[in-house]
Structure formats: structure tokens, C-alpha cells
């Protein structure tokens, strides 16, 4: 009883913590304007919202939630000695790498890159410069970076997870370049979800010992323990041109989950001995670049899915509530016929939806090449291509420019866009960045 209750007391001051740091909000604002770009990306390139910012926040607040109590209970096994200094050194670190890509947003590269800091700072011993330089310093040094390095891994498994349960969610459909310079469809899938962690670590004044002993950390829990609160951001990149989101999100997931399995046997290994620290804190920031640099060689070799067939119109997305979505429509699914008229282009498709304004049949081929018979009646205010999204014409339309995005972009909510019969050379996609419209 006398534990639990410790613990109750330790989790009222954690949480008050948690709401008294800013970097929590900021996280949380980060994803709502992230969210509201992607609504404009929509609207310039479809005229119309696929996507609620407002609901993907919600979501991605829920699963962080839900996220965060879980790897909660997990590093309350493992063990992490962490100060309130460590928390806003490492939130610097993550701040200063999110003005140069948003995908930097990432513990990944900024506890890695403070385990490459404070192993460098290990060569000069004697290096101890005066005032908040100083402070700094120390701080680092004092980092217990294969603790904070498990702590990576523990949330990237609760990433792989909640890329498999929500990714696909967050696809956006968009029209991009192929390597051959033609327009193809494609899906953008980005997601964040603030985590609030509530880690236990051992106090240094007495109290309640815990009834069990973590892994990391030693003796030095048996003085009892107390709680800190740190707000942590994870999230995902990804661009497919070659696959289905849900197909895309699954491999995702399966590459997480050995990214964080490989951080935390060498995390555990480094604890053991620390000069395998430094080789933890590489591994962390060049397998996670590693894992997007597959994705893209992924792509390159594959041939694009969202393009128009020899018979029939290519489907790249379905708007939410519409004919087509009523009707079971699915992306990657081809419009043969309308009206037993065959289709080979939009004008087709029109004219073909004109023939009887009131009642339409479709023939639509599905994923495994069968054919499948539609029909509805036609109202008045539907979509007047049923809602359906199309893969692009290959030399005419709307591209997307692909850039790394910075957090000043984000603020500036700059939406740009290009024709493609205009355009004489686009720069190629960097897989794992946000898209510049």
C-alpha cells in the first residue's frame, strides 16, 4: 500500500510537470499545423478535403495517450536516471535538428547525436566553460545515453505499432514524377504523435523502494524512487508510389520493429560496457536513416501503381462519403466502363456519366484483376466524377515539388504548385521528406 501510494503522489507531480513544460504544447501545435498543410496540399491539388486536421489531431493526441502510458510501464522495468536539465537539453537538440527537416523531430537523431557530443567531450576531460555553456556541458556529460538510447528504441516499437494500427489513415494521395518524367499518383503517409512518458528514476532523499528491481541502474535504486515527466514526439515519413498505404505501412511496421529490437540489444550492451555507447548512439541515427534510404531504393525499383492502364481509369483515392465510397470504390481498383461505355480518359468518363444524369453502372476491375458490377442512382450535388480520385494524365497536370520542409515552412503554410506541361526539369523526390506544394 505504501508503494502504491507513493506512486499515486509521484504520477500527481509527474503529470503537473508534464502540463507546466511548454514542449508538450509545442508538440501538439507542431502536428496541428503539420495536419493543416496537408488539408491545403488537398485542396490545391483535388479542390476538395480529404482529411480532417482537426481529426487527425485528435487521433494522433489518443494514440500518443495511449502510447505513452504503455512505454510508461515498459522503461519502469528497464531503468532511466533522468534530470529536468537532460529533458530540455535533449528538447534543444531535437528543436535545433526540426529547423533543418521536420522528420529530424526525432529522438532518434537527437539522443544520438548527444551520445556522439558527450563521447567527443570524453577526449577533453578538462574542457569547462563558464555560465549556461557550463551547465550544458556538465549536463551532457552526466547523460546516461544507454538508458535514454533504450528508452529510443521502447518508443519505436510503440511507433511500429502505431504505424501498423494508424499509418494508412494518414495517406494523403498526391501527384508526383516518376524517374522517367512522367506524372504518376502517389501517396504521402506523415504522422506524429506526442507522447507523454512518465518515467521512474531513483531518488536521491529516501523513500518507497520498489517492489521489483529495474533493469539499468544498479543500486542505485535502493534509496527509493521518484517520477519525471517527459514529453517525447514520434513519427513517420514515408512516400509510395508502387503500393497501397495499407501495404506500405505494413513493411513500415516490420522495419520498425527490427530497428528498435537492434537499438535495444545494443543499448543493453552498451550498459554493460560504455564504450559501446558511441556505437548505439551511430547506429541510432544512421539505421534510421538506413530505413529511408531502403524505402526510396524500394521505389526506384519498382514499377508506379497509380497510373492509367490501357483499358479503363486508374482509381488513386475515393472522397469520404461520397457515391463512389458508398458504392465500395478502393484505390488501386480500375473504372473500365460506365454506362457500358469502355473509358480510356476523363473526357470519356464524363461523357460516358452524361449519357443517363440520373442512374449509372459501373464495371470497375478490383486488386486481383476480377470485375465487379456497381450501380446507383445520381443526385442532384453529387461529385461529378462520383467522388472518385484519378491517377494523372502523364504529361499534363498538377506535380508536386518534392523538399525538405522546415518548421518555418510550416508556419508560413506555403502552398505551391506547378504545371507539368510548363515545367522543363523537376528536382527528383527525397523519400522520408515532407512535400513542398
Known amino acids: 500500500m505504501e508503494v502504491a501510494l507513493e506512486l499515486l503522489w509521484n504520477f500527481t507531480d509527474a503529470l503537473v510537470q508534464l502540463l507546466l513544460q511548454p514542449f508538450y504544447y509545442i508538440s501538439i501545435l507542431f502536428m496541428m499545423l503539420m495536419y493543416r498543410r496537408q488539408v491545403l496540399l488537398e485542396r490545391k491539388l483535388f479542390h476538395v478535403r480529404l482529411h480532417s486536421w482537426g481529426l487527425q489531431t485528435w487521433r494522433t493526441f489518443i494514440g500518443g495517450l495511449l502510447a505513452g502510458i504503455s512505454v510508461s510501464l515498459v522503461i519502469a ?146 534509496a527509493g524512487f521518484s517520477m519525471a515527466a517527459l514529453p517525447v514526439v514520434i513519427g513517420f515519413s514515408e512516400m509510395t508510389q508502387s503500393m497501397l498505404p495499407q501495404v ?30 558511441i556505437v548505439a548512439a551511430v547506429v541510432s541515427i544512421l539505421a534510421h536513416e538506413g530505413l529511408l534510404w531502403y524505402s526510396r531504393l524500394e521505389e526506384q525499383q519498382n514499377s508506379p501503381m497509380f497510373v492509367h492502364p490501357q483499358q479503363g481509369l486508374k482509381v488513386l483515392g475515393v472522397i469520404p462519403g ?61 461529385h461529378h466524377q462520383l467522388g472518385v480520385i484519378l491517377a494523372p494524365d502523364p504529361d499534363a497536370g498538377v506535380v508536386l515539388v518534392m523538399k525538405p520542409v522546415s518548421i518555418f515552412q510550416l508556419l508560413a503554410m506555403k502552398v505551391q504548385a506547378r504545371n507539368k506541361t510548363n515545367e522543363v526539369q523537376l528536382g527528383k523526390p527525397h523519400e522520408g521528406d515532407s512535400a513542398q506544394m
Open 248 to 277: 506500405k505501412a505494413g513493411k513500415t511496421f516490420k522495419r520498425l520493429l527490427a530497428y528498435s529490437i537492434v537499438l535495444l540489444g545494443l543499448s543493453l550492451l552498451a550498459a554493460w560496457w560504455k564504450p559501446l555507447a
Open 77 to 222: 522495468f528497464l531503468g532511466i536516471s533522468l534530470s529536468q536539465e537532460a529533458v530540455v537539453c535533449i528538447w534543444i537538440v531535437a528543436i535545433i535538428l526540426l529547423l533543418f527537416r521536420v522528420r529530424y523531430l526525432c529522438f532518434a537523431y537527437s539522443i544520438g547525436v548527444l551520445g556522439v557530443i558527450q563521447f567527443v567531450l570524453g577526449f577533453f576531460p578538462e574542457f569547462s566553460p563558464a555560465g549556461l555553456a557550463g551547465t550544458a556541458v556538465d549536463t551532457v556529460r552526466g547523460l546516461d545515453i544507454p538508458a535514454l538510447l533504450a528508452l529510443v528504441a521502447v518508443l519505436h516499437l510503440a511507433e511500429a505499432l502505431l504505424v501498423k494500427l494508424q499509418g494508412a489513415g494518414f495517406a494523403n494521395p498526391l501527384f508526383m514524377e516518376s524517374k522517367r518524367g512522367k506524372l504518376v499518383g502517389a501517396y504521402q503517409m506523415q504522422a506524429f504523435w506526442p507522447i507523454p512518458l512518465f518515467l521512474l528514476i531513483p531518488a536521491h532523499t529516501g523513500g518507497a523502494v520498489l517492489p521489483w528491481t529495474p533493469l539499468l541502474g544498479g543500486d542505485g535504486w535502493s
Open 322 to 382: 461520397s457515391p463512389a465510397h458508398e458504392l465500395g470504390i478502393k484505390a488501386g481498383e480500375t473504372v473500365v466502363k460506365i454506362n457500358g461505355i469502355g473509358i480510356r480518359s476523363k473526357e470519356q468518363m464524363h461523357a460516358a456519366l452524361r449519357k443517363n444524369p440520373a442512374f449509372c453502372k459501373l464495371e470497375v476491375r478490383n486488386l486481383q484483376g476480377e470485375s465487379k458490377f456497381l450501380q446507383r442512382a445520381i443526385y442532384a450535388g453529387d
